[in-house]
């Protein structure tokens, strides 16, 4: 697994916004204000949260407004290079080739005038995942139903069998998100500053199955017109600038079974999709939560990766899964342990960390993202870690189940704030 802060992002920024036309006349898109700030510092704040340092922005309209606005990105804590596209338009392909001599031999592509918030360290994975078995390239995609705009990809299980944006076929049910990873050698085929469209390496890559997916759950927005900058505007004052309280869920015990392992001949958590089964009230009690105005965040310790009892992979189709079954806002989950195992199989996950319960970092970064309420916030769990969790994060605190004897002899005078039966009993009294 490659570390992000070694990961290329290459932002494409040079298109005209034509849509957009008061606003765009003297100015480009990604520079386009929103409230208190131009609109990519939103997304360009999510990149850096995740922990990408390396940026390479492929620039053209109002060029010498963006390279005076972010510099050289010191002072951000980042770095950033600029390509120009010339005074040919490329299209989104050719401003690619164009920059061949500025490109990482793989490199993230994602594009200015959108906001896309997903777990790009999940996004890294599945592109390296994906070579390992000869894919050059990955797309993520989200389930759409033409509800943003029409569907141009046909999935298979977790597999794009094609992505086609100009000829729709009613298998198509998801659309491309707008961000993907890349082998620099296919734009090397191309000549250089020749004009194309990058769709047209993802359509070929799709029929010969060589384009890895991510599967995305969270709606992408952008600014191509009015009416999307309207609407994001809505979206950044309700997440950035109001403040929200949230409910912190534990995961195993509180919103799903936890499992017997036949190998071990213990209680453990769910080590795939088939494996996940959620309680029956646990969509409804999530939901309610949501109506009451909370966001919804699942932190969960999930070392078994780290173990080597299942794959990451299995641990993010979990996460995916949960997230389309329900209204939960966001996963926050913690993959990491202190100690190899005699089946650890990913060697990097081996590590002591910040975010592994009971410590509080999977409710530090939630509060990083969002502007939360904390002190009418909630921590609910099953453990005693979940308790501990709470009460550093200075949220109320649930345990579940009720009082366990080992849940006594460990939380001393750090005592949950209720002792509840489920998550149902916890949508009445909160």
Do not use: W
């Amino acid at each position: 697994m490659k570390n992000l802060e070694d990961v290329q992002v290459v932002v494409l920024m040079g298109g005209l916004g034509t849509r957009l036309k008061e606003h765009t006349k003297q100015c480009p898109k990604s520079l386009v204000q929103v409230l208190s700030k131009p609109f990519f510092d939103y997304e360009l704040g999510l990149l850096k949260q995740r922990g990408f340092r390396r940026f390479l922005f492929l620039i053209g309209y109002h060029a010498d407004m963006i390279e005076e606005y972010y510099g050289d990105g010191s002072d951000r804590g980042i770095s950033i290079e600029y390509c120009m596209d010339g005074e040919k338009l490329l299209g989104t392909g050719g401003a690619v080739r164009h920059a061949l001599k500025y490109l990482d031999e793989d490199f993230l592509l994602l594009y200015g005038d959108s906001f896309m918030d997903i777990d790009y360290e999940e996004t890294v994975y599945r592109y390296f995942k994906g070579k390992e078995t000869g894919q050059r390239a990955l797309m993520t995609v989200l389930k759409n139903n033409d509800r943003f705009d029409k569907s141009n990809v046909i999935m298979q299980g977790d597999k794009i069998v094609l992505y086609d944006k100009h000829h729709t076929l009613p298998e198509m049910n998801y659309i491309d998100y707008g961000v993907c990873m890349y082998e620099r050698s296919l734009f090397e085929a191309y000549e250089e500053d020749s004009a194309f469209d990058i769709a047209e390496i993802q359509t070929k890559l799709s029929k010969e199955g060589k384009l890895a997916a991510h599967v995305v759950t969270r709606r992408f927005y952008e600014i191509g017109s009015p009416e999307s900058l309207s609407e994001f505007e809505s979206y950044v004052r309700y997440r950035f600038e109001e403040a929200h309280p949230a409910v912190f869920l534990d995961r195993d015990g509180v919103i799903n079974e936890i499992v017997y392992n036949e190998d071990t001949e213990l209680l453990d958590s769910a080590a795939n999709v088939s494996q996940f089964h959620m309680f029956p009230y646990a969509a409804e009690s999530i939901k309610k939560i949501r109506e009451k105005g909370y966001y919804v965040f699942v932190v969960t310790n999930q070392p078994g990766a780290a173990k080597g009892k299942t794959t990451l992979c299995n641990l993010y189709d979990i996460n995916t899964f949960l997230c389309e079954e329900t209204d939960v806002d966001e996963v926050f989950m913690c993959t990491h342990y202190p100690e190899a195992q005699p089946m650890s199989r990913e060697p990097y996950l081996i590590r002591k960390c910040d975010c592994r319960k009971p410590k509080p970092g999977l409710l530090e970064r939630a509060a990083q993202k969002y502007h939360l309420d904390l002190q009418n916030s909630y921590m609910v769990g099953d453990s005693f870690t979940d308790v501990l969790a709470g009460r550093a994060m200075g949220v109320k605190t649930v345990l579940l189940g009720g009082m366990r004897c080992d849940a006594c002899e460990r939380l001393d005078y750090n005592k949950p704030d209720y002792i509840l039966k489920d998550l149902s009993e916890f949508v009445e009294v909160i």
